[in-house]
């Protein structure tokens, strides 16, 4: 919001920012495969730099610019990606859960 105030555009003030470590290393990291992959035969770069830059959507402005481009175009590729994004999330959280539950049971009968 300081952003739009600041003569920024319209972009800034719908952007919800949510800064995380380890969402800019893997952005970041798909980011510099798409640079590879742009280079290399046997990679897709221009999948790799989307996906970069759909993790990167609420870590940087031009991220989420890049974004709406791509759902401009594409309509149902962003909404498709969120929801796989968040099933992902779900099933994530799930499994560390699980995976906890199992080393406490481990760790306090030994």
Known sequence: ???CLMGGTIWAAMMEFRPSLK????GWG??????LGLVL??????LFLALGLFVLRHQYLWAHRGTGWIAS??????????AMEQ????RTREATQRL???????LGRS
Do not use: C, S, Y
């Not at 969402?23 to 893997?26: D, I, L, M, N, P």
């Not at 798909?30 to 640079?35: K, P, Q, S, T, Y």
């Open 30 to 35: 798909l980011m510099g495969l798409g640079v």
């Open 23 to 26: 969402r800019k290393t893997a």
């Open 73 to 82: 175009r594409w309509p149902d590729t962003v909404a498709r990606a969120e």
């Open 100 to 106: 906890r539950f199992r080393l406490r049971r481990v």
């Open 41 to 46: 035969p046997f990679l897709q770069g221009f």
């Open 1 to 3: 919001m300081l952003h």
């Open 87 to 90: 099933r992902l999330m779900v």
